[in-house]
């Protein structure tokens, strides 16, 4: 089955921007969406067909998708962001949709 | 506003049953794919199943293909979850989630329905 990869964790200091990755087989060949979670919520989607941010999502969010690997980026990281973050990969031809392992951010 | 409110959780024994409901609001509820994530305590998110926005296709995790059952009632505009054999692994917060009007995300999910199976 297939399987995305996220770093378990990254830290990053307020201002500063943080990267998270997720890895997949040819993930460039499927769309990418990105969804925050904080303790005790359901997730709010942040990101998606790759490089699109819903209204009401800070510009500070932005993310890519090529080859082998997605990549959302924190701009100007804030400690309203610290929180659990999961990619999210859907290819119209398998339809199944599967998530990332998820990666905490800790804003220090 | 869009909501998502799902119920129906609770506490079942190993190989028993559930259906969890999804009433939504705010939104042409016929217009869009709906679906199901769960969350294991701790753990990560998993997708669980689709249906599309007029029921004639779904679509299920191996792990829970051939047990649960996804459906929708769009004249109410409710989505359903028949869950079936369940055992301790089925333990988790199930989500409700609405599909992005171009597919491949959710946009909007419920605050949770809590399934424990336990004896």
């Known amino acids: 089955s297939y399987e995305l990869t996220q770093p378990p964790s990254v830290s990053v200091s307020p201002g500063q921007t943080a990267t998270i990755t997720c890895s997949g087989g040819?993930?460039?060949?499927?769309?990418v969406s990105w969804y925050q979670q904080k303790p005790g919520q359901s997730p709010l989607l942040l990101m998606y067909q790759d490089t699109k941010r819903p209204s009401g999502i800070p510009e500070r969010f932005s993310a890519s998708n090529s080859g082998d690997t997605a990549t959302l980026t924190i701009s100007g990281t804030q400690a309203v962001d610290e929180a659990d973050y999961f990619c999210q990969a859907w290819d119209s031809s398998t339809a199944p949709y599967v998530f990332g392992t998820g990666t905490k951010v800790t804003v220090l | 506003d869009v909501r998502l409110v799902e119920s129906g959780g609770g506490v079942v024994q190993p190989g028993g049953s559930l259906r969890l409901s999804c009433a939504t609001s705010g939104f042409t509820f016929s217009d869009y794919a709906m679906n199901w994530v769960r969350q294991a305590p701790g753990k990560g998110l998993e997708w669980v199943s689709s249906?599309?926005?007029?029921?004639?296709?779904?679509y299920y995790s191996d792990s829970v293909k051939g047990r649960f059952t996804i459906s929708r009632d769009n004249s109410k505009r409710t989505l359903y979850l028949q869950m079936n054999s369940l055992s301790a692994e089925d333990t988790a917060v199930y989500y409700c989630?609405?599909?992005?009007?171009?597919?491949?995300?959710?946009?909007?999910w419920g605050q949770g329905s809590l399934v424990s199976v336990s004896s």
């Open positions: 249906i599309n926005s007029r029921g004639g296709g779904s």
């Open positions: 989630a609405k599909g992005t009007p171009h597919p491949g995300g959710f946009d909007y």
């Open positions: 040819n993930l460039g060949d499927k769309y």
